[in-house]
């Protein structure tokens, strides 16, 4: 499966961006969906999943009750709602697709370009 994440941009701090990935192919269904985002020389972290069905969704702690990720697997789209930014979320986001949700960057096994997040003070 490809993924082509879009989105990102420039925002000051307390506002909101929203992030898509949409893949190709007709088995996105078939896949749990992460985000990571990498900021400069550190390494590539998880932020959100959301399971195949979309029913169940994960969150590292400093996104809990900021961030909403979701998706719609008729649209073969993963998204990523993002409230209440702060300085400390610019980094490059990426979406990335494994059969069965997980929190670990390496167990991806497909992953979209990444989508440059600023988040001015």
């Known amino acids: 499966v490809q993924l082509q994440a879009s989105g990102g941009g420039l925002v000051q701090a307390g506002g909101s961006l929203g992030l898509s990935c949409t893949a190709s192919?007709?088995?996105?269904?078939?896949?749990?969906m992460g985000w990571f985002r990498q900021a400069p020389g550190k390494e590539r972290d998880f932020v959100a999943a959301v399971t195949k069905t979309g029913y169940t969704t994960y969150y590292e702690d400093s996104v809990k009750g900021r961030f909403t990720v979701s998706r719609e697997n008729t649209d073969n789209t993963a998204y990523l709602l993002m409230n209440n930014l702060k300085p400390e979320d610019t980094a490059v986001y990426y979406c990335a697709a494994r059969r069965y949700m997980s929190r670990v960057a390496s167990e991806y096994d497909y992953w979209g370009q990444g989508t440059q997040v600023t988040v001015s003070s």
């Open positions: 192919g007709r088995t996105f269904s078939r896949y749990g």
